[in-house]
């Protein structure tokens, strides 16, 4: 696919989903606000080698054809959104909730695991720049929250040793973020284990109060209250 520019070109017009996009929009989100005044020649020729790879390999039964399309002033990418991964992704954890509202909680795990699968390492890797780095951080965010569901639907079907692994490690990684303790204390609560769930409590509330000078928020607290609830019943 040719340099890191040309590269993006590509990931620019696969993240417009078939909306057209001018050259200027192309130019900002390649070199920002402060663009070479070769920008323009570059870019037209980024998307004339694109349109060759592509058609070579849609030639050759390599992938889905694609095409760019010139379109007033700019371009468009004419693909199957069932070949673009952020699509299928989007759609799939879509019609996951819609699932977990009807009550079908096996099959809305199955389709997260699926649409979760699609991811292959950092989303957006070797593209730098303000836009690419604001669109990376939006789809870790949406990868994030698909992982909090999934990992939700097994704590409730009670499948709690995988997720109380995985919430461990996502915890140490992203220790601010108090919905991964609340799934952990959950996990620990689940398997029987609420002395360990207390303990999380109090690890991110002392780590919270150290180094942000905050309290946990109302859904931790909400927590702790239902396990000691819970252990309080247990004794009577």
């Known amino acids: 696919m040719g340099s890191p520019q040309q590269r993006g070109v590509l990931a620019l017009l696969l993240l417009s989903e078939g909306r057209q996009v001018t050259l200027d929009e192309i130019v900002i989100a390649l070199w920002g606000r402060e663009a070479p005044r070769s920008a323009v020649v570059s870019t037209r020729t980024y998307v004339s080698r694109l349109r060759r790879v592509l058609a070579d390999g849609g030639a050759a039964g390599l992938g889905t054809e694609a095409e760019i399309r010139s379109a007033g002033g700019g371009y468009q990418l004419v693909v199957d959104p069932g070949a673009v991964d952020m ?3 989007r ?3 879509a019609a996951a909730r819609e699932a977990r509202e009807q009550g079908e909680i096996t099959e809305a795990s199955r389709l997260l695991r699926g649409a979760l699968a699609l991811w292959r390492g950092p ?3 070797g593209l730098s720049g303000a836009f690419f780095e604001g669109r990376r951080a939006w789809l870790e965010q949406l990868r994030a929250s698909a992982m909090e569901e999934r990992w939700a639907l097994d704590i409730e079907q009670g499948d709690c040793g995988e997720a109380i692994a995985e919430l461990t490690l ?3 990684a992203e220790p601010y973020r108090e919905r991964l303790w609340e799934l952990l204390m959950w996990a620990f609560e689940r398997d029987g284990r609420r002395g360990e769930a207390l303990s999380a ?3 991110i ?7 942000l000078g905050l309290e946990p928020g109302p859904a931790l607290r909400r927590m702790r209250a239902r396990i000691r609830a819970a252990a309080d019943a247990s004794f009577f």
């Not at 509330?205 to 180094?211: C, H, K, W």
Request: proline fraction near 0%; charged fraction near 25%; charge should be negative.
């Open 87 to 89: 699509t299928v992704f």
């Open 91 to 93: 759609q799939t954890t």
């Open 123 to 125: 989303a957006l890797d």
């Open 170 to 172: 996502a915890t140490a």
């Open 201 to 203: 409590y109090y690890r």
């Open 205 to 211: 509330a002392r780590l919270l109060d150290d180094d």
